[in-house]
């Protein structure tokens, strides 16, 4: 009804104050994702931008629904101690009725191409200033085969950079140098579109942003001329193994890994897959990765300037 509609337009707006509009972090992490997404599914938020929870209509709402909540367009997902007999029957007694609909694929959703590096300031209330760095680079979704393991690679420097204390970055720049208090990155290969390998850190100097800009640049330099050893290697692919292992654990940590992997049209063979292809990683190819993908002009930077 209309009033259950104003009623949590309400409630919706409130949350998107409450987490993002009065949350600096928040608010540099929406604008560095709309400037280093740009033109992509991705460069909105899924709260949506105010002016979007504002103008929204209930039509609007029914209409979303009819275009895309149907069954040929449903991962159902049960896991545990269940006879699959009964579920199939039980799926098809409450879901078999409903007729399915096409669905229109979606046009080509690929990131324009960057023609610079592109640096954005977001000025906030905040304590300590935050910086934000990261390129736009392929999911398994969207590599063309020949480059489907430079993939596997970038997953693991993820983990060579910042995963842990021993991570290189961490060693580095936060405890050697001391021009960062914290620093962390992140790339989900199992994306519906194309990805982005992303760094968030907080620099040691309050006023001086860009020598972590500077430093973090340094240090992907450092591994591009010169190999990680192959203990280093090993120990990383130990690590992102086990957790991968562990990420499957209970019957929900299952069925949620598989209702996901099959909403963006991958299998569950293909989360098997990244085990072994995760070992057959060398030293050489994150060189060819570092080297590939991470060339200045195609980096977005934002920058967190307190006020």
Known sequence: TEKDFVSEQKVILEERRMRTDDDPISLTSEQFSA??????????????????????????????YETWYEPNNAVIVVAGDVVADQVFELANKYFGKISPKKINKNKNLSPVPQLGKK????????????LMMGIQVPSLKTAVKEDKGDLYALHLLSEILTGGQSAIMEKSLVREQQVATSIRSSYDLFSKYDSSFV?????ADKSNVENLEKAIYKSLLDIANNPISEG???????????HNVYAIESPEDKAYLIGSLSSVGFSWEDYIEFVDKIRKVSSKQIQ???KKYFVEDKFTIAKLIPT
Do not use: H
Not at 42 to 63: C, F
Not at 199 to 203: N, V
């Open 119 to 130: 640096v954005i300031s977001v000025k906030a209330k905040a304590k300590v200033p935050t």
């Open 35 to 64: 400037a280093l997404k740009l033109a992509t599914p991705y460069q909105d938020p899924v709260i949506g931008w105010e002016r979007d929870i504002l103008n929204i209509k209930s039509s609007d709402m029914r209409q979303w």
């Open 199 to 203: 760094f968030f850190g907080t620099p």
């Open 232 to 242: 280093t290697l090993s120990s990383v692919k130990a690590r992102v193994i086990a």
């Open 288 to 290: 060819g990765v570092v």
